[in-house]
């Protein structure tokens, strides 16, 4: 059985404070509570913090975490998993106890992303407050998507569609180095599914280590991504790209740059797939906006 949504992103950081303006200051999420007294938790719908800020030597993504159904699919893809080399390690009693989940092991992907699998949740009971958004969509979508690097796009690819069951829905392609006789090379950039957000997870191909290119969360109305936008202007959050509307899943949206130096998108209506599609290829990233102004330091 597949992964069935993205649950959580911890983020390691070198700046706290900065990422307490950030993640209730701009994105509007509830700070809760969690075991570490120095690491900051937000709350985004009546699951535990879907978003963990530590102190760390240096600003790095330390855990993308993927929701499972139960036990026995857990143990059905910690064995796929083995088989392609993977080293699997389960997560301690206290680590489990800091996510609120019943169960977790952690691993790399073959670009040194890290992944955990967990399940059994435990869900707060107390309803969220997020004062200047409406509400974040989450549910069976989980808390939203990333987009992580990976020098070798063809081996990440197989790994999260052959070993963790994502759908492929979509590609673009991205001018690659060019060959030895000068012919233009390409790319391919995917975006991967698994439930009826169009895509959780996608794969830009990027040499180097494993890293998060960026996530995104989604508000409830658009009304919260223009109100996002007086947000990031209010407290300096520099914008890496304005305004617009992705061709694929159709989101109006735009991107920040974190304190940690890599981007988040704050979006609002997103495509839904119900159904199987064909894998289609996108010739433009955007309808229209999406110009950009900053890069981030991935």
Not at 198 to 222: K, N
């Amino acid at each position: 059985m597949p992964v069935r949504s993205l649950g959580y992103v911890r983020i390691g950081t070198e700046d706290i404070d900065a990422w307490r303006q950030f993640g209730g200051g701009f994105l509007g999420m509830m700070e809760d509570k969690g075991d570490n007294p120095t690491s900051l938790y937000y709350r985004m719908d009546d699951h535990p913090s879907r978003l963990v800020i530590s102190v760390a030597a240096e600003n790095k993504v330390e855990a993308i975490g993927l929701q499972v159904f139960g036990k026995e699919e857990l143990a059905e893809l910690v064995a796929a998993v083995e088989q392609t080399g993977t080293k699997v390690t389960p997560l301690d009693a206290a680590e489990c106890r800091d996510r609120r989940v019943t169960e977790a092991v952690r691993f790399d992907d073959p670009a040194g992303n890290p992944l955990e699998l967990f399940w059994g949740v435990a869900l707060s009971h107390t309803e969220v407050q997020t004062p200047t958004v409406s509400s974040f969509v989450t549910g069976e979508q989980g808390m939203g998507h990333v987009v992580v690097t990976a020098p070798d796009g063809p081996a990440a690819y197989a790994f999260y569609t052959e070993v963790l069951g994502f759908r492929p829905r979509n590609t673009l392609r991205l001018p690659g180095p060019p060959a030895a006789d000068g012919t233009p090379q390409f790319e391919t950039l995917w975006f991967l599914g698994c439930n009826a957000r169009h895509h959780t997870v996608g794969i830009l191909p990027m040499p180097g280590p494993g890293r998060l290119v960026h996530f995104m969360v989604e508000g409830g109305m658009l009304d919260d991504v223009g109100r996002a936008w007086d947000r990031a202007e209010k407290l300096k959050v520099p914008v890496m790209q304005t305004l617009g509307r992705h061709t694929n899943d159709k989101m109006v949206s735009f991107y920040v740059i974190s304190p940690g130096g890599f981007a988040v998108e704050f979006g609002y209506d997103g495509l839904r797939v119900t159904g199987d599609e064909p894998v289609y290829e996108i010739t433009e990233g955007a309808f229209w906006g999406h110009k950009f102004i900053n890069f981030p330091t991935l």
